[in-house]
């Protein structure tokens, strides 16, 4: 009786292993049935690709021995869809199906091969088209698609499946001139690892160089990118290298989908150009970052897709210079700022951040509007969802560089935005005293946790007139810095929670019109105050100025000022000192001299902790008030307490009319060292 042979198929399925057979099972009276194996990813063998059988020989027991292939004659019944060679090597020729026959010992067995889908392992070097029926195309190693000369094309029909082995990408443009046009619009394209079980970073991706337009429409990518993340970042399921002598590629991104990636989703780098109209791009389940993209292209971004399930939930942004208008929208997960962004150019560019963005910004790193050319800021709205900036990355301290508005931008805002965590101070405005002064427009926006102070005013730099809303906590040091020209433009809004609240005055001398408000913390005078050219410095009801040791309030020394210093009863304006506890003498005092204006009034003020231990002549103030020039009841319902010398020195004219001790003025004396008024 003929012995039979047992032919089994095992291959790797969409949804696991499983095993086909043919022939009979009856091993004849002999026993010990043969088997053949032949492991198929996919359950099919590709043309152009190669697998080999491998015979077996079972015991009773079940157990196997491998037989020599040469042992074996083997036959297809179809060459044209199949070969075999004498040592049992399989190669797909053509589509379809045939039979492969086993015999041994005369004894034989078939098998029938699904040939389907095409291995491609030539280099692309001229223009073509991977068509629906030869699907799926397989890639099994770095294949470019670029000719020498000419530029070559790789198009590929709608419902194409392209499979990648491990480690495999398409290269297009590499080393010369190619392109890549996957327009799956009626039917979806699909970038998937050969192997279905396997997870990110199975294959690496696609990877784009110079300058060659190619279009992705329509595609799914699975199971792509690389290890890990790195810097420059490297690798990611769809790779679009820009600056390279040989240019960088335009492309159209339109419905396009990464899931179950390693590394990066995408990474799109600066000189890469897309099209108008691209649009929903979507990243999910990467054991990375969503993707790496240039801000020169923000605009352009192909926002209205879905991001989740990211291991680092943020699209990594490549800082540069913004030199036109550019609005930076949410695009449903953080961006990540890893280098600076300045604003500025000709053109006098806009920098709008729409509501909803939440910005991360790398160690250090700063946003910087017109600091050398002119340009805008406009971030957030009242209307819409607030724009939150904050610390990203890992870096030591995680403390961004804030955000820094110079002397040549033009008028900007925040509103409804929040800055969190920031190296020094969060917000900056700087003007120059020979160029025009920015003014920045705030409304409802939170300061939180600065490593220096929340905001820094220097020079010329304020806040725009209607200003409100500004919340400052958790600074390490002074909720708010500003220069005294700038002092008057503080909105309203809350300075508690800091580590000093106080809010520093610098620059010493006044020399335009201001009026100071009550934002219910003092205001710190490091370098003493001094009102001058023709200004009028006015300080409203519950106003708290604080000044350290050696300094001094003057007014109209070297030339005309005058002070409006005017309290309640119940909310006096205050001249204190710094120090903590204070004592007599703590700083030098108010100073009223010979040019002042004819309008300076001090009511429902106190003075305190002021004077010098020395007369005029021995260089001191010689009183907590001194006053130059009789301008009749100018001092009315203030105390003096605690000066070293006189409450008030009248120190100028011979003669003086008004006694600043008269009962109807209302001005009161305690804890001084000397007599309340000295002087003619």
Known sequence: ????????????????????????????????????????LRGMLYVNDTVRVRPFELSPNGDSSRIPSAEVHWKSDNE??????????????????????????????????????????????????????????????????????????????????????????????????????????????????????????????????????????????????????????????????????SGSPTVTLLDVEIRRAQSFGFVIEDGVEITPGSARMSVAEVDGYAGYYPASQLPRFPYGGTFGELTHPAIILQGGTISEDAEWADPGVAWFLTSDITVGGAAEPVLTLSPGLDLQVEYSRQISVGEAQPARLVAGSLDGSPVHIRAGGVSPGGAWGGILVGAHAGPSSLSNVRLEDCEGSCLGISGEDSASHPAVLVENVEISNAGGRGVTLVGGGRFADGSHDLAISGSRYYPLEA???????????????????????????????????????????????GVEGSATLTLEQGVRLEFPPTSMLYVGQLSPGTLRAVGTAERPVVFTSSLDPPGPGAWMGVKLDALIGSETLLENVVVEWGGTSGTPNEGGSGGAIRIARDLGPMIRNVLVRGSTTCAILRDGPSTWTTDFTAPELGNAFEQNAGPDQCGP
């Not at 399989?90 to 004894?107: C, D, F, I, K, N």
């Not at 073509?128 to 000719?147: E, F, K, Q, R």
């Not at 970073?201 to 160089?209: D, I, K, Y």
């Open 1 to 40: 009786m003929k012995r039979a042979l047992l032919a089994v198929l095992t291959s790797v399925l969409l949804a696991g292993s499983g095993c086909g057979d043919s022939g009979s099972t009856d091993p004849g009276k002999d026993g010990q049935p043969l088997v053949l194996r032949v492991d198929l």
């Open 483 to 529: 220069n005294v020209r700038s002092a008057g433009t503080i909105p309203p809004g809350s300075y508690v929670g800091n580590g000093i609240d106080k809010i520093v005055v610098f620059g010493g001398e006044l020399r335009h019109d201001a009026v100071w408000r009550d934002r219910g913390v003092p205001y710190f005078m490091i370098d003493g105050l």
């Open 80 to 245: 044209s869809v199949l070969s075999v060679s004498g040592s049992g090597l399989l190669l797909g020729v053509g589509y379809g199906t045939a039979t492969l026959t086993a015999e041994r010992q005369s004894r034989s067995t078939s098998i029938q091969i699904w040939v389907a889908g095409t291995l491609h392992p030539d280099p692309v070097q001229t223009s073509t088209t991977w068509d629906l029926a030869g699907s799926p195309h397989v890639v099994d190693s770095n294949l470019p698609i670029s000719g020498e000369e000419q530029l070559s094309t790789l198009t590929l029909e709608p419902g194409v499946l392209v499979l990648f082995r491990k480690g495999a990408s398409l290269a297009v443009g590499w080393e010369g001139h190619g392109a890549l046009v996957a327009d799956g619009s009626s039917a979806a394209i699909r970038f998937e690892a050969e192997d279905s079980l396997a997870t990110g970073g199975a294959w690496r991706g696609l990877e784009f160089w110079g300058a060659a337009s190619s279009t992705l429409k329509g595609v799914s990518l699975r199971q792509c990118g690389g290890p890990l993340p790195t810097f420059p970042p490297d690798p990611g399921c769809i790779m679009f290298r820009g600056g390279g002598e």
